[in-house]
């Protein structure tokens, strides 16, 4: 059965840390990379960062230096942390799984049901 399951949302102050978990089943953590998206209120889901399943990592340029992924194979567990919030990080947070061909990421339709971070100012 395939499942990602995030955790680690929350309602946090401007400059507070949240570290979010994308739970993956064992085969789809060893067979594809996984990658976390985010959508804002009113706007597209957008890229956030990219745990491949050889072990490296791509994190969105705009937000690199204060998110990072990472993961633990012992709990075919991917991470995102994410550090010094915003308001306008302020969203849903998915974890996808997929393909890397070419240094371009495919995503997969094996998505989690997402985790909602919400930032005030």
């Known amino acids: 059965q395939v499942q990602l399951v995030e955790s680690g949302g929350g309602n946090v102050q401007a400059g507070d840390s949240l570290r979010l978990s994308c739970v993956v089943s064992?085969?789809?953590?060893?067979?594809?990379?996984i990658a976390w998206y985010r959508q804002p209120p009113g706007k597209q889901r957008e890229m956030v960062a990219i745990?491949?399943?050889?072990?490296?990592?791509t994190v969105a340029d705009s937000l690199r230096g204060r998110f990072t992924i990472s993961r633990d194979v012992t709990k075919n567990t991917v991470y995102l942390q994410t550090d010094r919030l915003k308001p306008e990080d302020t969203a849903v947070y998915y974890c996808n799984a997929g393909v890397v061909r070419s240094g371009q990421y495919s995503p997969t339709d094996y998505w989690g049901q997402g985790t909602q971070v919400t930032v005030a100012s």
């Open positions: 745990q491949s399943s050889g072990g490296g990592t």
């Open positions: 064992r085969m789809i953590f060893h067979t594809y990379a």
